[in-house]
Antibody, heavy 117, light 107 residues
Framework: QVTLKESGPGILQPSQTLSLTCSFS??????????VSWIRQPSGKGLEWLAT???????GYNPSLKNRLTISKDTSNNQAFLKITSVDTADTAIYYC?????????WGQGVMVTVSS | DIQMTQSPASLSASLGETVSIECLAS??????LAWYQQKPGKSPQLLIY???RLQDGVPSRFSGSGSGTQYSLKISGMQPEDEGDYFC?????????FGAGTKLELK
């Protein structure tokens, strides 16, 4: 059974760095073809793909945010991570991690992140 | 980036009515197209992948079709539990991009 669960700080101030963790089970990020992605959704709005990391450690970033994003993984502990630097109120959203093939087949429940002074 | 133009933005259907949602890609995405349903306060659920393949556990009234740049999701017989938001996703080329979504309501 594949499960993913996101964790994060809940609330942070503008200019801080957001650190998110995706803890998953039921698959391994060392298996060929498997990737984990981060996607976010501001309240009442659509979905925005942020970043992906794959089994062989290749990484992809949304060009609109690329300079602010860092994705990484800990294969032995079944975790993936995302850091977003210099956050502002526009980064307030629900952040999801998901397993990616050529589509996202399993999603976490999401974690709400609020950026506020 | 590949742009995904999804239509309509909102839709109201009667019980048992057949519903269609469309996604148009700005270039050929070679059937790397998925459809999702999202209900309030929940994460998106995969309905269709590879344009026309039904995800395990999804009712057979959901179907997908299309190729090249044009894709559609059909719900054959609207049910109350089908209310929600629907999104398409292209996974052909980074960055992955979503359609803007369709809000489906029961009339």
């Amino acid at each position: 059974q594949v499960t993913l669960k996101e964790s994060g700080p809940g609330i942070l101030q503008p200019s801080q760095t957001l650190s998110l963790t995706c803890s998953f089970s039921g698959f391994s990020l060392s298996t060929s073809g498997i990737c984990v992605s981060w996607i976010r959704q501001p309240s009442g709005k659509g979905l925005e793909w942020l970043a992906t990391i794959c089994w062989e450690d290749s990484k992809g970033y949304n060009p609109s945010l690329k300079n602010r994003l860092t994705i990484s993984k800990d294969t032995s502990n079944n975790q993936a991570f995302l850091k977003i630097t210099s956050v502002d109120t526009a980064d307030t959203a629900i952040y999801y991690c998901a397993r990616r093939l050529h589509y996202f087949d399993y999603w976490g429940q999401g974690v709400m992140v609020t950026v506020s002074s | 980036d590949i742009q995904m133009t999804q239509s309509p933005a909102s839709l109201s259907a009667s019980l048992g009515e057949t519903v269609s949602i469309e996604c148009l890609a700005s270039e050929d995405i070679y059937s790397y197209l998925a459809w999702y349903q999202q209900k309030p306060g929940k994460s998106p659920q995969l309905l269709i992948y590879a344009a026309n393949r039904l995800q395990d556990g999804v009712p057979s009234r959901f179907s997908g079709s299309g190729s090249g740049t044009q894709y559609s999701l059909k719900i054959s017989g609207m049910q109350p539990e089908d209310e929600g938001d629907y999104f398409c996703l292209q996974g052909s080329k980074f960055p992955d991009t979503f359609g803007a979504g369709t809000k489906l309501e029961l009339k």
